[in-house]
């Protein structure tokens, strides 16, 4: 079989480097969104990334690519951490409240991202759609082993949870007394399974 060819080689080469620097341009943008909003200059989202200016212009030509970049960004994350939680926690519901914990972070902290999303109404609706149809898989399999396992009821849809958990965080921005993880909390103990007496 022959040997990739020096070009091949430093093509391959390019192309990672590419990709990773896509992936940090990423992280740092959806850290600099969530501090400083997603009208933060270029500049610092370069800065705190490491790279030129150039570099996150030649990955988004324009702010709204790159917070769709991110948005997406996000969700991933959010859809990969399912099944390692699911493997690593102690239980199926250990592993659905800190799947459960890991999207309330994603919606509370993204709000502004959807804001801004939300004034390119064709943009928007394909990335809920994207995020419903990446992250109800997630939830449904997270749900259906905690089902399996006894620890919750079983007439809890996928959709449903992740609506209700949706909705109870919509508000939180505009009141500082409201805090949706305490409700999130008791929406959880409301799905245990009650145990025989």
């Keep these: 079989m022959p040997s990739e060819s020096p070009t091949g080689k430093a093509s391959a080469r390019k192309r990672t480097d590419a990709l990773r620097n896509q992936q940090t341009v990423l992280t740092a943008a959806a850290e600099v969104f969530v501090t400083s909003g997603v009208d933060a200059p270029i500049r610092q989202i370069a800065a705190r990334a490491g790279v030129g200016m150039g570099t996150i212009y030649r990955h988004f030509p324009t702010r709204a690519d790159l917070v769709t970049a991110v948005y997406r960004h996000q969700i991933e994350a959010c859809a990969e951490a399912g099944p390692n939680l699911l493997a690593s926690s102690e239980s199926p519901f250990d592993a659905l409240r800190q799947w459960i914990d890991l999207f309330v972070d994603f919606l509370v902290t993204k709000h502004g991202l959807a804001d801004a999303l939300q004034s390119d109404s064709d943009r928007f609706a394909t990335l809920h759609t994207y995020l419903v ?62 145990r025989p007496t």
């Design 133 to 194: 149809d990446r992250l109800e898989p997630v939830s449904a399999q997270l749900l259906n082993a905690a089902v399996a396992a006894g620890d919750i009821r079983p007439d809890i849809q996928p959709y449903e949870l992740m609506r209700g958990i949706g909705n109870l965080c919509i508000g939180r921005d505009d009141d500082p007394r409201y805090d949706p993880r305490r409700l999130i909390e008791l929406l959880l103990q409301g799905l245990r399974q009650p």
